[in-house]
């Protein structure tokens, strides 16, 4: 097993008509992660997406996928690439099984029709392979998409807004389905959202961008550990002036309504408390501000340009 | 060999839609009713007719419905593929996109192909069993091609066949490259009837000039080099003078044109 990222981005721009859509943007999706990719509409997520399975040409800088350069020997990397760019779209002429052939067909290795039948098996589609893909739901053509994407068995499946235009439980069942998938292929997974909870639910890491630039990579794992260290506590007191003078080599700001906020770690809470029992200060309510994904997203992106 | 399975993709997609089905069905139910009414009603020609003069007049009759749909299939393959999203499906492949390209448009010239191909066995064969392969229209008068279509043999009426191919895939090339370029089916279709309907007059008109010689018109028409009054279709080349070759060069050179530049467009166009 080789170190080396499954895709890498270094330092890639893409302008259209001299605008810049994307702007120096690198990073890695290491194998066997989920790897979000979370900005506003229109923060160019599609147009960096679009670049790596080829769509559309770079502008500066390189893309590599298994370590092939995507420009120069496309044809090695695309090998390696599975993907469904926003709506998973087949042809509704032809049955199931005939669109995997397909795609089977235009695989650089050839696939077997046994591998064919497990991918059918694996996304639950052994009903209705032999039916035309027009009487498909939306969900059950999500679920085909998937099947093309992983019949030549990729190390990178690559989702463009995979949950748009899903019902609240469809999204349920593909977040699970691929998690699942991701651990029976052994693949990684490069999803783009640009809804917070998805990707709070699917990725071991993310990276947000907004306007086309790099705005932060977030492990969404570990977060609470990053957050441990140093806590931001909240107490509700009667005297909030004489709260802030005791605490304040814990950086104790003074808010409204009787509140005092300070920075503290978990294991100090019990003795700030007696010290300003000791005071004779009423404590009222103590609580610990976990800073959501969502805060964290929205300073990210300033609020975002999202409507 | 990736190269036959896209080719295997191409046509497999074409027979899969209701049209192509709907195509083939509607030749061969007017081939049969062509043979019906010439059995029932035109007695006078059916007696004197055979297989091969069956096989010439369906050609004459139905040549254009061919025509049509390898015209409306140059149009579509590429741009239904826009149209219905699968574009991305056959781009993020590791196929590079001029053999995707290529793949499309030799199924269309297969496709095409095999409907001549479709139209001469099954005309033959109805032929055959309406009108038998007896002898043909025995003419009195020594005019040439009137003799010659009395006693047509198996080869000419072969070979009549195969000399419609260079016009029409030119057409359909037309079309092909209209609509890779533009994304646009229906104006890849208008450009290519235009061209199907007026190419003769254009022809004819720019041979007042010195460029004449270099317009693709003048040059289609490669039967007109044939020796058989049958083939020749009542068409005498252009320039008699320039002769078979520079009729084949200047064609070369058009299709070389028009599948060029398609290729380099597809293959620098962002999909969006």
């Known amino acids: 097993m080789s170190n080396t990222p499954v895709v890498e981005l270094r330092n890639v721009t893409k302008k259209i008509k001299g605008k810049p859509i994307v702007q120096h943007l690198s990073f890695s999706v290491q194998r066997g992660e989920v790897y979000g990719f979370l900005g506003p509409n229109g923060s160019g997520k599609t147009t960096t997406i679009r670049m790596i399975v080829g769509l559309s ?142 990707i709070e639910l699917m990725c071991d890491r993310a990276l947000v961008i907004q306007e086309g630039k790099f705005i932060d990579e977030i492990s969404i794992h570990n977060q609470p550990e990053e957050a441990a260290n140093a806590l931001s506590v909240e107490f509700e007191v009667d005297q909030a002036a004489a709260a802030t003078a005791v605490l304040q080599d814990w950086q104790a700001k003074t808010g409204d309504h009787g509140k005092v906020t300070i920075m503290a770690e978990k294991s100090e809470i019990p003795r700030l408390v007696s010290l300003l029992v000791a005071q004779d200060i009423s404590i009222y309510q103590i609580h610990i501000k976990t800073e959501s994904l969502e805060d964290r997203f929205l300073a990210l992106t300033k609020g975002g340009t999202q409507s | 060999m990736i190269f036959l399975r896209l080719v295997q993709n191409e046509i497999m ?120 392969a007896g002898e043909g229209l025995a003419s009195a008068e020594k005019i040439p091609l009137l003799e010659e279509i009395g006693n047509l043999t198996f080869t000419v009426v072969f070979q009549f066949y195969l000399t419609e191919l260079p016009s029409l895939f030119f057409l359909a090339t037309l079309s092909f490259f209209t609509a890779t370029i533009f994304k646009r089916s229906a104006l890849a279709l208008s450009v290519a009837i235009i061209a199907y309907f007026s190419g003769k007059v254009i022809g004819g008109l720019s041979q007042n000039y010195w460029w004449g010689e270099y317009i693709v018109f003048n040059h289609l028409p490669l039967y007109a080099y044939s020796d058989s009054v049958v083939i020749q279709r009542f068409s005498s080349p252009a320039y008699p003078e320039l002769g078979l070759s520079f009729s084949i060069i200047i064609l070369v050179l058009y299709f070389a044109i028009m599948l060029g530049s398609s290729a380099l467009v597809f293959s620098k166009r962002d999909v969006a």
């Open chain 1, 57 to 198: 040409s770079i502008t500066e800088g390189q893309i590599l996928v298994e370590g092939h350069d995507i420009t120069k020997s496309r044809s090695q990397a695309m090998a390696h690439v599975g993907a469904i760019v926003e709506n998973p779209e087949m042809y509704g002429y032809m049955t199931g099984m005939q669109n995997l052939i397909h795609f089977s067909r235009m695989a650089s290795t050839p696939i077997s029709k046994e591998r064919i039948m497990k991918i059918v098996e694996l996304v639950e589609l052994t009903h209705a392979i032999k039916q035309k893909v027009k009487t498909y739901s939306l969900g059950m053509r999500q679920r085909l998409g998937i099947a093309q994407a992983l019949l030549h068995s990729p190390s990178i499946l690559i989702l463009d807004e995979p949950t748009n235009g899903l019902d609240p439980s469809g999204i349920r069942q593909l977040r699970d389905h691929l998690r699942y998938l991701a651990k029976q292929e052994n693949i990684s997974i490069l999803v783009s959202s640009h809804l917070l909870s998805e």
């Open chain 2, 13 to 132: 997609k074409i027979n899969s839609k209701r049209q192509s089905i709907l195509f083939f069905s509607l030749l061969a139910g007017l081939v049969l009713i062509t043979a019906i009414i010439i059995k029932a009603y035109i007695s006078d020609l059916a007696l004197v007719m055979n297989y091969l003069q069956f096989t010439m007049l369906t050609i004459t009759i139905f040549g254009f419905l061919i025509t049509l749909f390898g015209l409306i299939l140059g149009a579509q393959i590429v741009t239904d593929e826009y149209k219905d999203g699968t574009i991305k499906q056959l781009l993020i492949r590791p196929s590079s996109r001029v053999s995707i390209l290529f793949s499309k448009y030799l199924s269309v010239l297969i496709m095409i192909t095999a409907a001549y191909f479709f139209l001469f066995v099954w005309s033959s064969l109805l032929g055959f069993i309406f009108f038998g």
